[in-house]
Nanobody, 124 residues
Framework: QVQLVESGGGLVQPGGSLTLSCVVS????????MTWFRQAPGKERMLVAT????????YYDDSVKGRFTISRNNANNTVYLQMNSLKREDTAIYYCAAGRYLGATAPTKEYDYWGQGTQVTVSS
């Protein structure tokens, strides 16, 4: 049984930083594209950042480009999201998702496994 467990969310002031982690267990981590999504109240879930299985190629939504960095460590089955210069509009529940052999443009519904989500609140 594949499980994804996120951690690292919390309350941060505008301009601050947070690092989210997602540990994957029960499956072959290096076969999964790993992606961070977020969902704000009243809005649809959206892709924030994604990273390829082994090449490390990344893609970011324009709203976070230059501020967020996604990375992965295939040795410890973990994907990270480093978030800098946080803005109020980054407030959302952040989810990590794993999709086996997916491409960068795969739709949300094709992801195989999801974490439970971690709340990020940016407020003064």
């Amino acid at each position: 049984q594949v499980q994804l467990v996120e951690s690292g969310g919390g309350l941060v002031q505008p301009g601050g930083s947070l690092t989210l982690s997602c540990v994957v267990s029960g499956g072959p981590f290096n076969t999964y594209r790993m992606t961070w999504f977020r969902q704000a109240p009243g809005k649809e879930r959206m892709l924030v950042a994604t990273i390829a299985r082994t090449s490390g190629a990344t893609y970011y939504d324009d709203s976070v480009k230059g501020r967020f960095t996604i990375s992965r460590n295939n040795a410890n089955n973990t994907v990270y999201l480093q978030m800098n210069s946080l803005k109020r509009e980054d407030t959302a529940i952040y989810y990590c998702a794993a999709g086996r052999y997916l491409g960068a443009t795969a739709p949300t519904k094709e992801y195989d496994y999801w974490g439970q989500g971690t709340q990020v609140t940016v407020s003064s």
